[in-house]
């Protein structure tokens, strides 16, 4: 009976040991799992870069734009409405082009409608209003063979460059002219 008493007190802390081992065992070793082979999207022109952690649905209800830049990809976002004409002939066009775009650039679209204020902090007059913004984080500057209006909003202290827009509704080939011009190949 002594023996049976001390054999459990050595077996009980034994496997109280074993078991936190594991555990931390576990924790260190998904933490450093290489998820390259399950990322939502990759950008297949830079095979090292994983974007499992980018929420690349098209719809959202606040933009937290120092959060979109930070993944380094190139940036739509649409300001719109469900309701409205113009926004509801280029909602099959953002939808294809989100999904095509997937590691490549980050395209969203708002309903001000009903998220009056997701365009805080954005020049949105009318909608659809798109935001144009470079994979480094920059508004974007179209180059001189854009044949598409594009408004530079800058600061009224230093002149400094802080949105470019476009608006109105955009064809799927003004689009993907768009995109080509800020660097995204197909």
């Not at 690349?56 to 940036?75: M, N, R």
């Not at 939808?95 to 365009?119: P, Y």
Request: proline content about 5%; overall charge negative; charged content about 20%.
């Amino acid at each position: 009976m002594m023996n049976k008493k001390k054999l459990i007190r050595i077996i009980v802390p034994v496997c109280i040991v074993i078991a936190v081992a594991a555990i931390w065992f576990m924790k260190n070793v998904n933490s450093n799992f290489d998820t390259s082979d399950m990322a939502a999207g990759t950008n297949p022109n830079d095979s090292d870069k994983v974007y499992s952690d980018v929420n690349f649905t098209l719809e959202a209800t606040s933009i937290e734009l120092d959060v979109l830049k930070a993944y380094g990809l190139p940036i739509i976002i649409d300001f719109g409405a469900d309701s409205c004409i113009p926004c509801k002939e280029m909602a099959p066009v953002l939808k294809t082009l989100n999904s095509e775009m997937r590691g490549k650039a980050i395209i969203k679209f708002v309903d001000v409608w009903k998220n009056r204020q997701a365009a805080n902090g954005f020049p949105v007059q009318v909608i659809p209003t798109q935001i144009l913004i470079n994979s480094d984080g920059t508004p974007y500057v179209p180059s001189a063979k854009m044949d598409i209006e594009f408004t530079m909003y800058a600061l009224k202290e230093n002149n400094q460059h802080i949105f470019t827009t476009h608006q109105g509704g955009l064809t799927e080939e003004q689009m993907r002219a768009i995109l080509a011009d800020m660097g995204v190949s197909r």
